[in-house]
């Protein structure tokens, strides 16, 4: 359990796998002034935070541990939001359109080597999160400037949409001197639930 000062909301950054199926030239999985800063922790140490965001790599490529793993959040941080980071799922799979209807949010990333597939994909997501409403969500777009497609963007969906630059590791660490925004921790699970460290 972690200790929390009044009026500082604690947030645990967690990636739950550090695979992913893309090679984005700058992932800040490669930066290694942020990664030394990583905690390995078990997913019993996540817990009493106010807001827990599930990152990777992709967290989709590991889909029935990562619904595993939020429900653990749940149970161990009560009352806390989930957000979920990806650059991609299939809205027509059962259990990824689940797992993104029972967090509290997306942040969803368009990389700047996205394919015309990861467009179309891109448009189907954004059309599946606009007919699901029965929450109130926080969905938020990262859209790397550098992507040379025309995206389809329906700004209703979305909380926030960021059409930038991606940060280099030099501008990453001025921001997140500890390896993640203030007051968040940067937290890595192991590959297996129960695991200290990969
Ligand atoms: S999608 Fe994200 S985790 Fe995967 S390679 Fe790109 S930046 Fe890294």
Not at 139 to 162: G, M, N, Q, T
């Amino acid at each position: 359990m972690v200790s929390k000062r009044v009026g500082q909301p604690r947030i645990a950054r967690v990636s739950v796998t550090l695979d992913c199926p893309r090679k984005c030239p700058g992932c800040c999985n490669t930066y290694a002034s942020i990664m030394k800063q990583a905690r390995p922790v078990r997913v019993e140490e996540v817990a009493g935070y106010d807001q827990v965001i599930v990152t990777g790599g992709e967290p989709m490529l590991r889909l029935e541990r990562t619904l595993e793993l939020v429900n653990k959040f749940w149970e161990q941080n009560p009352g806390a939001k989930i957000y979920l980071y990806t650059a991609g799922f299939d809205p027509g799979d059962w259990a990824s359109g689940y797992l993104v209807q029972v967090v509290d949010g997306v942040q969803y990333s368009i990389h700047a080597g996205a394919s015309y597939h990861d467009v179309a994909m891109f448009a189907r997501v954004q059309d599946f999160l606009r007919t699901r409403t029965w929450r109130a969500y926080t969905h938020r777009l990262f859209v790397d400037k550098a992507v040379a497609r025309r995206i389809p963007i329906i700004p209703s969906v979305w909380s926030r949409i960021v059409v930038g630059p991606w940060m280099s590791e030099q501008e990453l660490l001025a921001k997140c001197p500890d390896g993640a925004a203030p007051g968040e921790k940067l937290l890595i699970l192991g590959e297996r639930e129960g695991d200290g460290t990969n």
